[in-house]
């Protein structure tokens, strides 16, 4: 069974600063993706950066960036001059492709609070 | 702008009660999908469908059922609600070209 473990339930950093938020997964699957979501007081679930296993380039969203590192199964988000609005829950997620008729599923981490400071 | 779409924000009731949940999504979507949400637990699927009156348990699929009548709308039912099944429900679909899920804002079930 797929896991996804992020190991800081909270964090917090000051605004324009640089934070990164941990996740590493355990699968036996060599073809999946990766995701990171952002899920703010309103409770939307907001897809922050996706990449895809197959990709050795790191994937790129303006201020959010990802540092995925196959072999040691992690992928952490980096987030740079963070601003007031980050300030969300944030969630690592993993999905692969299972059988026939679109089947599938994605695995959710526990989050890990993220606080930006003025 | 495409969406999805849960009927309720908040929502109160009885233990014993059978509870329906809406989604709908109005991307053309083929698969649909429930989640619960837990402090600390993260987020859990309930079940999903990739087509019409097609459905799959997820991991926690004890005392819910669904129902998908048309692509568009999928219905979580709690046939009996208990006080364990108090909590925050959000609902997701995937276009299968596509590789990210839209979410619904989610409805927070209180069972008293």
Redesign the interface.
Known sequence: AQTVTQSQ?EMSVQEAETVTLSCTYDTSENNY?L?W?KQPP??????VI?Q?AYKQQNATENRFSVNFQKAAKSFSLKISDSQLGDTAMY?CAF?TLEGQ???????????TKLTVNP | DVKVTQSSRYLVKRTGEKVFLECVQDMDHENMFWYRQDPGLGLRLIYFSYDVKMKEKGDIPEGYSVSREKKERFSLILESASTNQTSMYLCASRDRAAYGYTFGSGTRLTVV
């Open positions: 339930p993706y995701f979501y309103s409770r939307q679930m907001i897809l996706r895809e969630f999905m008729g679109g089947s599938e599923k994605l695995v959710f981490g526990k989050g």
